[in-house]
T-cell receptor
Framework: GDSVTQMEGPVTLSEEAFLTINCTYT??????LFWYVQYPGEGLQLLLK?????DKGSNKGFEATYRKETTSFHLEKGSVQVSDSAVYFC?????????????FGSGTRLSIRP | SAVISQKPSRDICQRGTSLTIQCQVD?????MFWYRQQPGQSLTLIAT?????????ESGFVIDKFPISRPNLTFSTLTVSNMSPEDSSIYLC???????FGSGTRLTVV
């Protein structure tokens, strides 16, 4: 079945460092891809999404590009802040042709040092 | 995107009891989804709830333990029955296409 594999955490960086969190997927169809963020003690928030190949999702300085040839959707940010400390989940949905349930990766905990 | 309200936001319950979680959406949707997030883990789909039909459960989840109601196109409930400490988790609802989630119910069973 469909699955998502993302970078093991925790990841610890200094403020203003460059961030990459790797995510690859396995899917039989043409999934939509997502990054969600979960701040400490809070619920899940959609950070960005991309619905077709070569689309770039972006939000709050984060970016990810849907790469069909490498089945990847890596999350990047040029300069992280302490407030970016959270757990990040890569996910996919099979899209409009199915039940649109979301399949999540295992999550990557990110900690930013001042 | 749909706005999803979920309650309670958190609860502490005695083992052997049941808790019903409510999910209210600000627009009509055909499908609603219930997820579980165990401590330190990712999210796992419990079931899909369509209005007017029985919920569809994922492998490892059964109706007797997690009964779901879907009385109309904007509302659903999930009940966690006969709770044990292993049921301590965050429970979240979501809807079709919107890819948004409720704020979650943090359940602790003692």
């Amino acid at each position: 079945g469909d699955s998502v594999t993302q970078m093991e955490g925790p990841v610890t960086l200094s403020e203003e460092a460059f961030l990459t969190i790797n995510c690859t997927y396995t899917a039989t169809g043409y999934p939509s891809l997502f990054w969600y963020v979960q701040y400490p003690g809070e619920g899940l928030q959609l950070l960005l999404k991309a619905t077709k190949a070569d689309d770039k999702g972006s939000n709050k300085g984060f970016e990810a590009t849907y790469r069909k040839e490498t089945t990847s959707f890596h999350l990047e940010k040029g300069s992280v802040q302490v407030s970016d400390s959270a757990v990040y989940f890569c996910a996919l949905s099979e899209g409009y042709s199915s039940a649109s349930k979301i399949i999540f990766g295992s999550g990557t905990r990110l900690s930013i040092r001042p | 995107s749909a706005v999803i309200s979920q309650k309670p936001s958190r609860d502490i319950c005695q083992r052997g009891t049941s808790l019903t979680i409510q999910c209210q959406v600000d627009s009509q949707v055909t499908m609603m989804f219930w997820y579980r997030q165990q401590p330190g883990q990712s999210l796992t789909l419990i079931a899909t709830a369509n209005q007017g039909s029985e919920a569809t459960y994922e492998s490892g989840f059964v109706i007797d333990k997690f009964p779901i109601s879907r009385p109309n196109l904007t509302f659903s409930t999930l009940t966690v029955s006969n709770m044990s400490p292993e049921d301590s988790s965050i429970y979240l609802c979501s809807v079709e296409y919107g890819y948004t989630f409720g704020s979650g119910t943090r359940l602790t069973v003692v």
